[in-house]
């Protein structure tokens, strides 16, 4: 255990512990519970958000030997589920369509659908990236799909839903999973920091939450990165340590640049990002984070101070102090200004990678924001 990274260490082995996905697993655990589990389901959406997770927690509890009489929730403790958990199930069947999308991987698994289960009660099929199955395969596929063995369960998991054939849509139970919130992903990666005893401001977990897009996979990735990090710390790890590891942009500095901007100042402000570029920061990425704390300040200017600090509002990652500072520059501004603003650097980022000088549709922008 001590060498798995942690999302496989922490992967969830009961519906009740995949979080953000409630109107899946709500719905699959009253199936199951009432022995009415579907012969075929198709699971669709972004990467790391517990399609596959899912997927195994279902040939779980199908094949669970104690499971209780009104839960649909495996055990966790039968020679089935540890055979399972363990990954020495011959009956829990996984293919990466990315790598078996020919007509013939698909033949082979219908001859091998045939037989009865070696030891578990369902033969359960898991087929991930099933949008890269070729048409032949996929077509192949459709009649086993539509009436298959009594001892078969397939569940198709997919990231391009808008690939898959209308015709394997209709033979399946569709479920589509969502990206986690910020408060959702916050919330799992403080546990896993509480579980190996790291101590993670939440500033920073915010900021890793945000890196990861949704995707509870890459947060938990994420982490793993800085527990090499933690353990050469004595103190807790904070939002500017996750800045430099990820190779983010020090927020004070786009404050510093926003305030050159909001005076006015042409000639500071583009000293300021030349200091910045001759850093050695990446021009196109102090652009992002630059239009990020922009975004905050537009969000503050609209919601208000108040409402802009609740979770459900998305301005994280800063600290009481840089937020301070952020509202007073937002106040200085005006919505208006601010959207202005975005817009002038919006068009800027956009013509970077075409610029001959990188740094030069940015001074631009600062020039025209400083003019306005």
Known sequence: M????????????????IIGQEHVTKTIQNEIKSGHAAHAYLF??????????TARVIAKAVNCLNRAANSGEPCNRCANCVE???????????IDAASHRGVDDIRELREGIKFAPAKLKYKVFIIDECHQLSKDAANALLKTLEEPPAHAIFVLATTELHKILPTIMSR???????KLSLPELVGRLQKLADNEKIKVEKAALELIALSAGGSVRDAESL???????????????????????????????????????????????????????EKGYDVAEYGKSLLNYL???????????????????MIAGLTDEEFEILR???????????????DIFLEAQGKIKYSPIPQLPLEIALVESCSR
């Open 328 to 342: 007073t520059q937002t106040l200085a501004m005006g919505e208006e200004k601010i959207k202005n603003i975005i």
């Open 44 to 53: 669709s959406g972004p990467r790391g958000c517990g399609k596959t997770t």
């Open 172 to 178: 399946c139970q569709r479920f589509d999973f969502r």
């Open 84 to 94: 399972i958990q363990s990954g020495r199930a011959i009956d829990l069947i996984e």
């Open 2 to 17: 001590e060498n798995l990274v942690l999302y496989r260490k922490y992967r969830p082995q009961t519906f009740a512990d």
């Open 295 to 313: 975004r905050h300040a537009l969000v503050l200017a609209i919601v208000g101070p108040k409402d802009a600090k609740n979770d459900n509002i």
């Open 223 to 277: 982490l793993g990165q800085i527990l090499t990090l933690a353990a050469q710390k004595k103190s807790a790890i904070a939002a500017g340590d996750i800045r430099e590891f990820l190779g983010m942009t020090e927020t004070k500095s786009a404050a510093e640049l926003t305030r050159f901007i909001a005076e006015k100042n042409a000639a500071a402000a583009i000293s300021h990002l030349n200091e910045i570029i």
